[in-house]
Antibody, heavy 122, light 112 residues
Framework: QVQLVQSGAEVKKPGASVKVSCKAS????????MHWVRQAPGQGLEWMGI????????SYAQKFQGRVTMTRDTSTSTVYMELSSLRSEDTAVYYC???????????????WGQGTLVTVSS | QSVLTQPPSVSGAPGQRVTISCTGS?????????VHWYQQLPGTAPKLLIY???NRPSGVPDRFSGSKSGTSASLAITGLQAEDEADYYC????????????FGTGTKVTVL
């Protein structure tokens, strides 16, 4: 079955960077775009960006441009999201979510990873 | 800030029908982009509930239905059950935000 398994919770100090991983299994890794979405405590969902695991091209939400980098490792079917210059407002659960249709850049998100809590605190 | 607006909460007794609206604009829903819906049970990751405005993935009960008209979309839950108590989010694409996917503000469904 299709599964996305994310790395464990992180605690970081303001100004630091965090790198979250998302390992995919159960499908052809390079056939589906991957998205990152975050959710601050008690808040709604916020789209961060998308990566094409096939060629590695990315597109980021304007809010995160300059601070976020999404990469992939096709040998391990893993995508990564690195967020730099962390501040307290970046405390959130970060999710990876696969595009629902092969090779479709505009698609729904299905399935989702289990989420990774990133806490930014001094 | 979300560009898709949902009511913060809706409630209903078991067996009743509730609807959740998702209001957008001419740069997202009104431009013809599809709307998708997600259910988020407490403490869990969101789960796809409706895709392409009105399609249910396999395994989603037919109590859930979606529709879209103009600059808005709706999710209906008929025969409300206790396990439907969750947060619900709509999602679409916005052409004015540099390739951005956008989510609704979210709606908490309470089963009385």
């Amino acid at each position: 079955q299709v599964q996305l398994v994310q790395s464990g919770a992180e605690v970081k100090k303001p100004g630091a960077s965090v790198k979250v991983s998302c390992k995919a299994s159960g499908y052809t890794f390079t056939s589906y775009y991957m998205h990152w979405v975050r959710q601050a405590p008690g808040q709604g969902l916020e789209w961060m960006g998308i990566i094409n695991p096939s060629g590695g091209s990315t597109s980021y939400a304007q809010k995160f441009q300059g601070r976020v980098t999404m990469t992939r490792d096709t040998s391990t079917s893993t995508v990564y999201m690195e967020l730099s210059s962390l501040r307290s407002e970046d405390t959130a659960v970060y999710y990876c979510a696969r595009g629902g249709v092969p090779a479709a850049i505009l698609s729904w998100f299905d399935p989702w990873g289990q989420g990774t809590l990133v806490t930014v605190s001094s | 800030q979300s560009v898709l607006t949902q009511p913060p909460s809706v409630s209903g007794a078991p067996g009743q029908r509730v609807t959740i609206s998702c209001t957008g604009s001419s740069s997202n829903i009104g431009a013809g982009y599809d709307v998708h819906w997600y259910q988020q049970l407490p403490g869990t990751a969101p789960k796809l509930l409706i895709y392409g405005n009105s399609n249910r993935p396999s395994g989603v009960p037919d109590r859930f239905s979606g529709s879209k008209s103009g600059t808005s979309a709706s999710l209906a839950i008929t025969g409300l059950q206790a396990e439907d108590e969750a947060d619900y989010y709509c999602q679409s694409y916005d052409s004015s935000l540099s390739g951005s996917r956008v989510f609704g503000t979210g709606t908490k469904v309470t089963v009385l």
